[in-house]
């Protein structure tokens, strides 16, 4: 049998013995307590068949070895309590096929691997944060999500309009993330309505996840109803259940209300600030900052996924205080309506300026690797690659990690290509700089 993450190949049933599983403690536990407890049965009831058998097998041992005698006794017994053990639990999980039996025992190894993975916590929301997830969760099942809720286009902002609801889409993106993405269920989760009179635009998820909100009472048990169906890998939490919607000034004094319309104002933002303004955040999401291992900020649009969630006193004054280590993830392209013309030191400066605290980034996550070809599309619609300028970078104190983060096949949307991050990559980048500043710490 081969278990897909680890490349571990290992005969069938004798994967259950595998390091890590916590089953072989168990396992001679139960061994050593059936033992002990029949020895005991026959002393109280002064049993004398036991004897009887012991004066057997030493006839026995009289015309062959002992360790011949002794060898067979005990492989046999083994082989036996093994064998109903493993009956008896594929008996309980009802698993009838060979395919079921592996894949019960490929979750099992998974999991607690996973669950001795590092306390992340990643905040941001839209597209980005979700990608990210794909890859972390297969590095720790520890995983916390801390979404924005300022979303009040498509599909969530009709919802948050007409029901008056928190807008579910960035969070139903998240929960399908950390799900299994071969899942059916997961699938139909993602699933958009197309062509449909008073559905057309919603997504299954978000009026599942809608309808449970008002089946639960609030967003936080319907995310929590709704994450358990998918079984996901950690947690998703709106950073506020308080109705956050965002504001822009514009450097021209002008005021621009309502997330899906300050990036289309055409105009540069001088600062962004939420009504109301002193929204509270989830008391699980500031303790699950204070006790994280690894914070992650984005990536994903800076002023409508990011930092609304650093404009929440609270969390960000949790992330500066946070012992754990702090990484931004910086966007590829430049996105217009928001960051034109901004290099990386302009995101982390305009980050650090609307969070109010010094100490919330440790290190930028920077791409190094552009195909031109790729970015052309880009740079006919106004976007341009981020222009890593590492030595201001420097003058902050921020540590600058670049490496290749380009997915490297082509998302294909009717003719347009996209630069995406790779998932898998992202993960793998930021979780080895974490064991790094761990290891260097020690």
């Known amino acids: 049998m081969k278990i897909t993450n680890f490349s571990l190949k290992i005969p069938k049933d004798a994967g259950w013995l595998l390091p890590g599983l916590e089953i072989k403690r168990w396992f001679i536990l139960i061994i050593t307590g059936a033992v002990l407890a029949t020895i005991g ?4 009831t002064n049993l004398r068949p036991i004897y009887s058998l012991i004066n057997l097998i030493m006839r026995f041992t009289q015309t062959l070895p002992p360790q011949i005698i002794g060898w067979f006794l005990i492989i046999t017994g083994a082989l036996a309590f093994s064998i109903g053990w493993l009956k008896t639990n594929y008996s309980i999980l009802d698993v009838n096929t ?3 039996r592996h894949a019960v025992l490929e979750d099992l190894y998974r999991r607690r691997k996973l669950n001795r993975g590092p306390k992340i916590v990643a905040i941001g929301g839209g597209t980005g944060l ?8 297969k590095i720790t099942n520890n995983i916390t999500a801390i979404v924005t809720v300022g979303d009040d286009g498509g599909s969530s902002g009709k919802l948050r309009e007409e029901l008056g609801v928190l807008p579910p889409g960035d969070i139903r993106s998240c929960i399908a993330a950390l ?3 071969e899942d059916l269920v997961t699938k139909l989760f993602q699933f958009r309505f197309k062509e449909c009179a008073g559905l057309s635009g919603h997504s299954f998820g978000n009026l599942f996840i809608t309808a449970m909100c008002a089946i639960t009472g609030n967003m936080v048990n319907a995310v929590k109803e709704s994450s358990n169906i998918l079984s996901i890998r950690g947690r998703v939490l709106p950073s506020t259940l308080d ?3 965002l504001v822009a000034e514009m450097e021209d004094g002008s ?3 309502g997330e899906s319309n300050i990036p289309e104002s055409g105009k540069k933002i001088k600062r962004l600030f ?3 303004g002193n929204c509270k955040p989830l008391e699980d999401a500031i303790t699950a900052i204070h006790d994280a291992d690894l914070i992650i900020l984005g990536p994903g649009s800076l002023y409508t996924s990011v930092i609304p969630n650093l404009l929440i006193n609270d969390i960000s004054k949790a992330v500066n205080d946070a012992k754990a280590k702090k990484i931004y993830v910086c966007n590829i392209m430049t996105q217009p309506g928001e960051t034109d013309g901004f290099s990386v030191s302009d995101h982390l400066k305009t980050l650090i300026n609307h969070a109010k605290y010094n100490k919330i980034i440790d290190a930028v996550l920077v791409n190094t690797k552009l195909n031109e070809e790729l970015i052309a599309p880009y740079k006919n619609a106004g976007s341009e690659p981020v222009v890593v300028d590492k030595d201001e970078i420097n003058k902050m104190g921020i540590e600058v990690v670049q490496k290749n983060l380009i997915e490297d096949k082509r998302f294909e949307d009717g003719h347009s290509s996209f630069v995406r ?3 898998g990559r992202l993960a793998r980048i930021i979780y080895y700089w974490y064991r790094k500043k761990e290891k260097d710490k020690n």
């Open 179 to 181: 799900a299994d993405d």
């Open 98 to 100: 060979d395919r079921n």
């Open 243 to 245: 109705d956050m919607r």
């Open 130 to 137: 979700s990608t990210m997830l794909k890859g972390i969760k």
């Open 255 to 257: 005021i621009i209300k």
């Open 41 to 44: 049965l026959c002393i109280i």
């Open 421 to 423: 991050h790779s998932p």
């Open 274 to 276: 939420t009504e109301p």
